[in-house]
């Protein structure tokens, strides 16, 4: 397979040294082992890469020879992702808490970075993180040549809407050296069988093929019919489903406007007594309001002993409970026992179109009633394309508007539960009154009752004609005349045929909505539009704009909030920035860790330190300097000075005290311990001091420079916070004195160790010292001092001593 007709394709693919210890590698040499792997395409993920990782390496390496630190294959690699992967963390931690999220909540963080978009560039490339948490990774095709890795593609996905691909100018080199593409497949197949047969054999491959053919075509119909079969138990499964059955039981009967429903506004149906609506409608009052599985729903009355659960019920139900639209009310379930069998269904508090309508305290525009035509339309679009096919008994009370002026249509569908109702003990009047929406063409088939349940698409589009006028007057229609007079003129054959009186002066009134109304009130079926057209013609006499009332002021409110928001983020960031440098002033003056507490409110108590290495320094003849400057002189050298101390001391785990005149104090080791750390980084620092004033001029007097004297001690200390107003962070103990004393008896330009920090040093090593001689202080008697005077691996110059002013005889008088 290595005669240059195969390619091998792998993935992430290394060579392992050990292989060649194995039988299979026939005692080849490495240089020949390694050959046999010419030819390879490896796919692999690249690595740390770009100038950034170039020069994190430099640096690194320096770092790790400076502190002796052995380096291993993966050392700059693993840093570098470490690096990316905190920094990453932090960007979702930051976006999750100003979200409001907490430090805790790792899915918040990790969602916050996941959006495939790059974050940031970090020191191993650019960094984004898609919706799996994954690293988008730079894919990298190489080609092993001679022993060696050369890439061929890049495949760069860190932009998915744009991946960027690289294609290097190198020659691909395949198994045996060739750089011919090896073919798809051999040229008569892999099996040898794509050649040109003799006669005998093309007909033999062509039963085959025939054979194979029908074989196909047979579990093609197989797998057809499973799939038919397995949808068919699927459908059965969720018909059979009776969590629509409801206990009775289970529902709290409530007043809308109660306690129990404070969150629901009452309005002309919800105002606590409610007047039952004719013809079996949602009557809103006490008794069929209630609360199930903390929703409020509506019960309509059935008038029935009990449902007998027969197929077609099971379907019906699943019709209606599968018909999901805003503008179709949704029902809950049915109670189905005697003698509470009703229908359940989702309430709507601000009851229905046609009580709405009737209430003349609520103004309404022509921009809500346009909205409530459009909904019902919208509605019945989504009834008439489903299989409840059609309403059959619409009108304006079966139309329910809930708590966000949306009109829903309700009472659609289950014709089998409603059928063979008990006869409703109502009045003439209300029994006529009951088909003013009825269409003439189906009144023919009744005998003046509605008790034979007719319904077509047609007959609905009457319907919403009388609705639209209903809408136009804001009056029921017919309203003037006896219902019984009404009926028997709706049932003749009239020219024009009887409809319901336009009111005149209508102002706002589109008169395209008048020829639409009387469109949808037809003699003729056939002459009636659908709903489809209905709702075209809103939406064209509205200008093509939204009609949804409650969208149009959602828009305007999502509009006011993001200008609202944008304000606040604009000042949660000034504010930020301001919290920002109010922090790093507080940490300049205190302490990190007591800056925090102190900043909790919490009191900080004073803390005992068993070992901390203290520094003081002064400078030379500065009396002298002081009396022959003016005072703006003297604050302006010690400002520069200082400056120049506060950027050195940075470098190094120490805490600077206090500035009193011209001393300076430091301290390390406190308020966070470093174990003996403190001795080695505060004699590093004053070697770190020395030379940053080795050329330091007196500002006001270029020909003279600044002379430090530098005592530094080892011992004990307490440490605690001092005052309320500008609370200072001090040092006491016998151990500030040891060092004070060291500063002042020691020499221009040295720094004087006492014993104590000695011993500390030596068992740090590194340091150079050598021995002063006896030095008498005061309250200390007779001691015996050195001089720090070097450190392995510090190449920084420091000052000549040679030059070292001697000023020592009279700063001590």
């Known amino acids: 397979m290595m005669n240059g007709e195969y390619a091998f394709v792998t993935l992430d693919f290394t060579i392992q040294s050990h292989w060649i210890r194995k039988t299979w590698a026939g005692g080849r040499s490495v240089e020949d082992f390694n050959a046999l792997f010419d030819g390879i395409i490896n796919l692999s993920v690249k690595g740390p890469h770009g100038e950034r990782y170039d020069k994190f390496v430099e640096e690194f390496r320096e770092k790790l020879k400076v502190n002796n630190v052995s380096e291993t294959a993966v050392t700059y690699s693993f840093s570098a992702y470490l690096h990316d992967a905190i920094q990453v963390y932090a960007i979702g931690l930051n976006r999750s808490l100003s979200y409001g999220g907490n430090i805790s909540d790792g899915l918040s963080i990790i969602r916050n970075v996941a959006n495939n978009t790059v974050l940031f560039k970090g020191l191993s490339g650019d960094v984004a993180i898609n919706s799996h948490g994954n690293r988008v990774p730079v894919f990298v095709f190489s080609n092993r040549q001679n022993g060696s890795v050369v890439p061929i593609a890049e495949i760069d996905e860190t932009n998915p809407g744009d991946p960027n691909v690289t294609i290097y100018n190198v020659t691909t080199i395949w198994p045996s050296g060739t750089t011919v593409i090896p073919r798809d497949a051999p040229e008569c197949g892999f099996r040898g069988d794509e050649c040109v047969s003799p006669p005998e054999e093309n007909e033999e491959s062509f039963n085959y093929l025939w054979l194979l053919t029908l074989i196909l075509v047979l579990m093609f119909i197989a797998l057809l019919f499973g799939f038919l079969y397995y949808k068919k138990k699927v459908y059965e499964r969720d018909l059979m489903n009776t969590s629509w059955i409801i206990d009775y039981k289970d529902i709290v009967l409530c007043n809308p406007g109660s306690r129990m429903s404070s969150k629901i506004r009452s309005g002309p149906a919800a105002a606590g007594s409610f007047i039952s609506n004719v013809g079996g409608e949602y009557n809103f009052s006490l008794t069929n309001v209630g609360r199930y599985k903390a929703e409020l729903v509506a019960l309509k009355r059935i008038r029935k002993n009990n449902i007998e659960l027969k197929r077609e019920v099971f379907v019906e139900m699943k019709q209606v409970r599968d018909l999901m639209h805003e503008n ?363 030379s940053s004033v080795k050329d330091f001029t007196i500002p006001h007097m270029k020909n003279k420079k600044v002379q430090l004297r530098i005592g530094i001690h080892t011992g004990p200390c307490v440490a605690g916070v001092v005052g309320l107003k500008m609370p200072r962070y001090c040092l006491f103990g016998d151990t500030v004195n040891y060092a004070s004393r060291m500063e002042s008896s020691g020499l221009a330009l040295r720094i004087h160790v006492s014993p104590d920090c000695k011993s500390v040093l030596d068992s740090l090593g590194g340091f150079y010292l050598e021995e002063r001689g006896p030095v008498t202080l005061k309250g200390k008697g007779t001691i015996i001092s050195f001089f720090l005077y070097g450190k392995e691996g510090f190449d920084k110059p420091l000052p000549d001593l040679a030059q070292a002013a001697s000023l020592e005889e009279h700063e001590f008088k």
């Open 328 to 690: 179709i009310n949704q029902y809950v379930g049915m109670c189905v026992e005697s003698p509470n069998v009703c229908i359940v269904s989702m309430f709507c508090s601000r009851g229905s179109l046609q009580d709405l309508l009737a209430n003349d305290d609520i103004k309404i525009d022509w921009l809500f009633r346009m909205s409530f035509a459009y909904d019902i339309a919208k509605g019945m679009i989504a009834l008439q394309n489903s299989p409840i096919h059609a309403h059959g008994s619409l009108k304006s009370s079966k139309c329910l508007i809930d708590g966000r002026w949306v009109c829903k249509v309700s009472d659609h569908g289950l014709d089998t539960v409603k059928a063979n109702q008990t006869e409703e003990e109502l009045g003439e009047h209300a029994k006529y009154r009951d088909l003013y929406w009825t269409a003439p063409e189906l009144l023919h088939a009744m005998d003046g009752t509605k008790s034979q349940f007719t319904k077509t698409q047609k007959g609905d589009v009457y319907s919403y004609g009388i609705i639209l006028h209903e809408i136009l007057s804001r009056d029921e229609p017919y309203y003037q005349m006896e219902p019984k007079d009404v009926l028997v003129k709706l049932r003749k054959s009239l020219a024009p045929p009887f409809r319901p009186e336009i009111p005149k002066d209508l102002e706002g009134c589109d008169e395209k909505y008048i020829q639409l109304m009387k469109l949808c009130w037809d003699k003729e079926p056939a002459e009636r539009p659908n709903f489809t057209d209905i709702k075209l013609e809103l939406r064209t006499m509205n200008g093509r704009k939204n009609t949804d009332i409650v969208d149009n002021m959602l828009q305007m409110m999502e509009k006011y909030t993001n200008q609202l928001e944008e304000l606040v983020d604009q000042r949660t960031r000034q504010l930020e920035i301001e919290k920002a440098k109010t922090e790093e002033l507080l940490y300049k003056m205190l302490p990190k860790s007591i800056a925090d507490e102190l900043k909790t409110g919490k009191p900080v108590q004073a803390e005992s330190f068993s070992s901390v290495t203290i520094f003081f320094s002064d400078i030379v003849g500065f009396t002298k300097v002081a009396s022959e400057s003016s005072p703006f002189q003297v604050v302006n050298l010690l400002n520069e000075l200082y400056t120049c101390f506060d950027n050195v001391i940075d470098s190094y785990d120490v805490y600077k005290v206090e500035t009193i005149g011209d001393a300076y104090m430091v301290v390390s080791g406190l308020p966070v311990r470093n174990g003996d750390r403190h001795a080695g980084e505060i004699a590093t620092m004053a070697l770190s001091l020395l």
